[in-house]
């Protein structure tokens, strides 16, 4: 059995300051060709894969924000193969090493979900949909964790989720913030108001919009990566799905570790009864 490879310093503090962390390599590569073909099983069934390469010259190119795919109606997120990734001993070493450990709760997020998006712009150009999946809790503590790992390469351009890098240290001030509450706190600072506006100053994938909040410096980051790359996110920060304007589909898996123990608080914060 392969080692479980250990989160460096660097990664560590990295994660502390911007609240994302890529860490290459750290699924295991049969496991990632197993959930592979178990996808493209599924796409060969539509016609968009055959032959051990993508067919996509009869289908009408989407423009977006439209993807192309619905995964879970195309290619369903009950795949084992899928689920076992998110299983690995380093996934979960890793995720346990940046949260300070589990359980995790299974109710609200049971299993990963696919990301598949078509070819859908060109140029790429940066979304505006920007939004956060949790509440800032009153105590303080990070809602968890998202991973987002990949079973196709995804370069630049290529649709990978784009993420505000250090936006998690915002709005960390001792009281609850519902999701919308959050974002329009956020628009009231030149920065976001510019990003959700799709005014930020940008020349391409390349060259993203950076900034800075109180003590917080800012960064746009795109995910980007090899088949078994991941990143792991703090889920306070603010993301927001991004179009492909490469010649390829994005093929992604995303899943969200939330420890049970801050349960009750996040159902607070929410307004859950």
Same mark, same amino acid.
């Given at each position: 059995?392969?080692?479980?490879?250990?989160?460096?310093?660097?990664? !560590? @503090?990295?994660?502390? /300051?911007? $609240?994302?962390?890529?860490?290459?390599? &750290?699924? =295991?590569p049969q496991g990632v060709a197993d959930a592979r073909h178990a996808v493209l099983r599924r796409l060969e069934a539509l016609g968009l894969w055959g032959d051990g390469k993508w067919r996509l010259d009869h289908v009408e190119r989407p423009r977006w924000p439209a993807t192309g795919l619905k995964p879970a109606r195309d290619i369903g997120h009950r795949h084992p193969e899928v689920e076992a990734l998110i299983d690995e001993p380093a996934v979960r070493a890793a995720v346990e090493r940046l949260s300070g450990g589990g359980p995790f709760d299974h109710k609200?997020?049971?299993r990963p979900q696919i990301l598949a998006s078509l070819p859908n712009a060109q140029p790429w150009t940066l979304?505006?949909?920007?939004?956060?999946?949790?509440?800032? !809790? @009153?105590?303080?503590? /990070?809602? $968890?964790?998202?991973?987002?790992?990949? &079973?196709? =390469?995804?370069?630049?351009?290529?649709?990978?989720?784009?993420v505000v890098a250090g936006s998690h240290r915002l709005l960390n001030c001792g009281r609850h913030f519902k999701v919308k509450e959050i974002n329009a706190a956020l628009r009231a600072q030149p920065f976001f108001h510019q990003l959700f506006e799709g005014h930020s100053n940008l020349a391409g994938p390349t060259e993203l919009p950076a900034g800075r909040v109180d003590d917080a410096p800012l960064k746009v980051v795109e995910l980007t990566g090899q088949p078994g790359d991941v990143w792991l996110m703090d889920l306070r920060v603010l993301h927001a799905a991004a179009p492909n304007g490469s010649e390829t589909p994005r093929l992604m898996i995303t899943h969200r570790f939330i420890q049970t123990a801050l349960m009750g608080e996040i159902g607070e914060a929410f307004g859950w009864s």
């Open positions: 059995m392969p080692q479980t490879p250990q989160l460096s310093d660097a990664q !560590l @503090a990295q994660f502390q /300051s911007q $609240g994302v962390v890529k860490i290459d390599g &750290l699924l =295991c609200v997020y049971p979304p505006t949909g920007w939004d956060v999946d949790a509440p800032r !809790l @009153a105590s303080g503590n /990070s809602p $968890g964790l998202q991973l987002f790992a990949f &079973l196709e =390469c995804t370069e630049p351009g290529g649709g990978g989720t784009v």
